[in-house]
């Protein structure tokens, strides 16, 4: 068994879609990024390369490779298990969104079963959870700002 850990962060700014998990998300700021910003895909990503001492998710798709400019996150994610996992398989993954607002309590479920399904997993291995920031802690609480945290067991 191996245990990786993965973390991700983006600026939130107008006229970008918020995607989180494959799941575009109703809200009038998304991430400024190279690909479509999945925080929460790139943290997932990061994870299963450091379960697998493999580098990091700029390591694999640089930002200063144009094949990548608004790249779905999502197909990257199924290069890494197709190319990278094997012979592993994930056990489950632990992931948690810091996020002012929107609320994602509706959107949780959705997600989950969103990546289940591109993972090839079972929706009790996917585990995900939302916080704010209280309001609190400059961009990420007034709003401006979205992090992602993700731990995945392979073996």
Request: no cysteine; net charge negative; proline share 5%.
């Amino acid at each position: 068994m191996r245990i990786g850990t993965g973390w991700d962060l983006h600026r939130l700014v107008s006229k970008r879609a918020l995607v989180l998990g494959g799941v575009v998300i109703p809200s009038d700021k998304g991430e400024a990024a190279h690909s479509d910003g999945d925080v929460l895909v790139h943290a997932i990503i990061d994870a299963l390369l450091g379960s697998l001492a493999k580098g990091d998710i700029g390591s694999h798709f640089p930002d200063t490779d144009p094949a990548y400019k608004d790249a779905d996150s999502m197909q990257l994610l199924k290069k890494v298990l197709s190319e990278d996992l094997p012979p592993y398989h994930i056990e489950n993954i632990d992931t948690t969104l810091i996020l002012q607002t929107p609320k994602l309590r509706p959107h949780i479920e959705a997600i989950r079963k969103n990546l289940a399904k591109a993972m090839g997993l079972k929706l009790e291995q996917v585990s995900v959870k939302a916080k704010t920031a209280e309001g609190i802690l400059g961009e990420l609480g007034s709003g401006d700002a979205v992090i992602a945290q993700a731990t995945v067991l392979i073996s």
